[in-house]
């Protein structure tokens, strides 16, 4: 299917110079005595590059041609991630760093995740919008101390290190938002 520049929203994956592309972001410029552009930010589903390309409006692009499949995340060894498909925990893949990006941050076993599959071989897997961690380091909130906007750094489960209210401690169960990385809620009070 034929895909215009205006129809190349967030996560539409699409064919460019015979690579399949996932969208990142979309930005219209309209500028004075020119022709509108749309400015596309897009990654490379191959090698993980990210790539910010400017199109005309006239531009068509092939839709690229993607299935989805539920895998679990088993392990990482090396900056190698290990998954299995969910009805066939024997069959096991391995997707670099590279290419999941920044999903890496919030890769726990045994998660569920979408697989992109592109000519019959995964590449890439998609980690829902929001999930669950818990807190294993937060450094302890002082009293009136909100001159910061009233965050702090915590660490959760998976080692990476979010932007938390100051209210949230060490134990607390938190949820986040997978593709900005930002704090959502309070899902449950440590104890």
């Given at each position: 299917?034929?895909?215009?520049v205006?129809?190349l929203?967030?996560?539409?994956f699409?064919?460019y110079?015979?690579?399949?592309?996932v969208v990142?972001?979309t930005?219209h410029l309209?500028?004075?005595q020119r022709r509108?552009?749309?400015?596309?930010k897009?990654?490379n589903?191959?090698?993980?590059k990210?790539?910010?390309?400017?199109f005309?409006?006239?531009?068509?692009f092939?839709?690229?041609d993607?299935?989805?499949?539920?895998?679990?995340f088993?392990?990482?060894?090396?900056?190698?991630?290990?998954?299995?498909?969910?009805?066939d925990?024997?069959?096991?893949f391995?997707?670099?760093?590279?290419?999941?990006?920044?999903?890496?941050?919030?890769?726990?076993?045994?998660?569920?995740?979408?697989?992109?599959?592109?000519?019959?071989?995964?590449i890439?897997?998609?980690?829902?919008v929001?999930?669950?961690?818990?807190?294993v380091e937060a450094?302890p909130?002082?009293r009136?101390?909100?001159a910061?906007?009233?965050?702090k750094?915590?660490?959760i489960?998976?080692?990476?290190?979010?932007n938390?209210?100051?209210f949230?401690?060490?134990?607390d169960i938190?949820?986040v938002n997978?593709?900005?990385?930002?704090?959502?809620?309070?899902?449950e009070?440590?104890?």
């Amino acid at each position: 299917m034929a895909l215009g520049v205006n129809e190349l929203k967030q996560k539409t994956f699409f064919i460019y110079e015979g690579q399949p592309f996932v969208v990142l972001e979309t930005f219209h410029l309209k500028m004075q005595q020119r022709r509108p552009t749309v400015q596309v930010k897009m990654r490379n589903l191959m090698n993980g590059k990210i790539l910010e390309r400017n199109f005309a409006q006239s531009d068509i692009f092939e839709e690229a041609d993607v299935q989805r499949q539920s895998v679990k995340f088993l392990y990482a060894h090396r900056n190698q991630y290990w998954f299995s498909y969910k009805n066939d925990p024997s069959k096991r893949f391995e997707l670099s760093e590279d290419i999941l990006g920044n999903a890496v941050k919030f890769l726990k076993p045994n998660t569920i995740l979408e697989a992109i599959i592109f000519e019959g071989k995964v590449i890439t897997a998609e980690l829902p919008v929001k999930m669950e961690f818990k807190i294993v380091e937060a450094p302890p909130s002082i009293r009136g101390d909100t001159a910061q906007g009233g965050v702090k750094q915590a660490k959760i489960e998976t080692g990476a290190y979010i932007n938390v209210p100051l209210f949230i401690d060490e134990g607390d169960i938190v949820r986040v938002n997978t593709e900005t990385g930002e704090y959502v809620e309070r899902a449950e009070k440590g104890k």
